[in-house]
């Protein structure tokens, strides 16, 4: 394939239409494939700077070409060398006959391959770090709208103690902050694997060097800081690879940050179903092909379905680094091929999902303060006991007239599906004869500091996000998924 017809060659089996173009590009074979030319050239760059008879002619011949993979010679070579690594080799030298006989000089395969794959993580793991900051954007601006909407809170799904929409939308964002910290901490720890030969110890470089360890050094720093350009930002030891617990760490955050999505798409769901809110519904969209009325939350349906996935890929790294033998072996290969991008493809979608359901999410205000009406007395029951004590009465007289009248009004709501009568049978017992107890049944006096909470995750956690992701946040077209 020329470099006038690029072509995001990955097909992944996981590939949605939710996916970005740009998670796709870091994946496809043509990146892949350019990523591996630009390892080479900073080899033959950093071994012509040392005087290690590379010309300047032959790293111009390598610079020419990086981005003109023809794919179709490429798959040619393979198909006779059985090498996919060697096969490029050739289809290079192929458009550069000047450099042929430099290209790949004192490599091994995963010379280039270990470095190239850590510079698409590292681009991978970037896009994932906006992703995650437009949702926290989209989060903190939901939080800020309904920060004072007063809801029923549930523990074990059943009511508690109320608290605000927007309180419990920052939570939400709070667990995407830190999944989007454990993504940047792994940016930070992101190293190359430099130039160090079959095994490690770097024999065919020291032997390039005529045994010199010092140019050995020095053409690895360059090397490094001509892809990276941190010269320091290489393991300090591999063996054939670089570590394979590292994709394990690194799977490991992108679990995390599916997991934010996971909770989050799961509590919308719930909501859902209490009518709540909705997730963005479109004038022509079709909830069910049998029932007309349904409105079902199919994007966060599919979030869970994605992040889902995600949350298993850390254990199949961890397979992948525990039975490495020795200095390497090759089972690993086919497996990093799907497992990396997949999930990085996933989990993309699934943030993109996210993102457009955290930005057009409808609340319906009369229905939460139904859902508090029906449970409120209850809720208040505490306050009842204070005001009886207040008036001079006993706490475990107040407590027991509560516990019997409280579970006569459940039974009989039940049964009958009547409304909360509590405040009306407590009026008639003698241990609450007198009190106004319907005054202290205001939903507000119940949601303790959740909007100052709410105040204090917008100034001191979500501005800060904004800030410095905030040519991420401000590029974003409308979104349809």
């Not at 490094?224 to 670089?242: E, N, R, S």
């Amino acid at each position: 394939m020329s470099a006038a017809e690029p072509e995001l060659g990955y097909r992944s089996p996981l590939e949605t239409r939710n996916a970005t173009a740009a998670m796709r590009g870091i994946w496809s074979e043509h990146r892949r494939f350019t990523t591996w030319r630009r390892v080479w050239l900073a080899l033959a760059q950093a071994q012509s700077e040392l005087g290690l008879g590379v010309t300047r002619e032959q790293v111009d011949a390598i610079r020419a070409q990086v981005e003109r993979v023809d794919m179709a010679a490429a798959a040619r070579h393979e198909q006779r060398l059985r090498h996919d690594v060697m096969a490029h080799v050739h289809a290079l030298a192929d458009q550069a006959p000047a450099a042929r006989a430099i290209i790949h000089l004192g490599a091994t395969s995963q010379d280039i391959v270990c470095n190239a794959d850590a510079l698409l993580q590292r681009d991978a793991l970037r896009l994932i770090a906006g992703r995650l900051a437009r949702v926290i954007d989209r989060l903190a601006t939901f939080a800020a709208k309904h920060r004072d909407l007063p809801v029923l809170g549930f523990t074990h799904y059943q009511p508690a103690q109320p608290l605000t929409m927007g309180r419990r939308a920052a939570q939400w964002a709070q667990d995407f902050t830190t999944a989007l910290q454990d993504i940047e901490q792994r940016l930070a720890s992101l190293r190359l694997r430099g130039l160090r030969g079959a095994t490690g110890t770097q024999a065919s470089f020291l032997s390039l060097c005529g045994g010199d360890r010092n140019k050995v050094d020095a053409l690895e720093r360059r090397f490094t800081a001509l892809l990276a350009g941190d010269a320091a930002a290489t393991w300090p030891l591999t063996t054939q690879t670089y570590p394979r617990l590292w994709d394990a760490q690194m799977l490991s955050s992108l679990a995390a940050a599916a997991a934010a999505v996971h909770k989050c798409a799961n509590d919308i769901r719930l909501l859902c179903n209490l009518r709540e809110v909705d997730e963005p519904f479109e004038s022509e969209q079709i909830g069910s092909s049998a029932m007309p009325y349904k409105r079902n939350p199919m994007r966060c349906e599919r979030a869970t379905g994605l992040a889902r996935f995600v949350i298993c890929m850390p254990q199949n790294a961890l397979d992948t680094a525990a039975t490495q033998w020795l200095e390497r072996t090759l089972d690993d290969s086919a497996n990093r091929r799907l497992s990396i991008p997949e999930a990085f493809l996933a989990l993309d979608g699934a943030l993109e999902v996210m993102a457009d359901v955290c930005g057009g999410l409808v609340v319906h205000p009369l229905q939460c303060a139904r859902r508090i009406e029906a449970e409120l007395p209850f809720l208040a029951t505490e306050e009842f006991i204070l005001a009886a004590v207040a008036r001079g009465g006993d706490r475990q007289q107040a407590h027991e007239a509560i516990r019997h009248h409280a579970q006569a009004t459940a039974a009989h709501m039940k049964a009958t599906g009547s409304p909360n009568d509590l405040v009306a049978r407590l009026s008639t017992d003698a241990a609450f004869r007198g009190i106004d107890l319907t005054a202290l049944l205001q939903p507000e006096r119940f949601v303790g500091r959740s909007s100052e909470q709410v105040d204090l995750f917008l100034a001191e956690i979500a501005a800060p996000i904004r800030a410095r992701y905030k040519a991420d946040i401000a590029d974003t077209p409308a979104l349809r998924v």
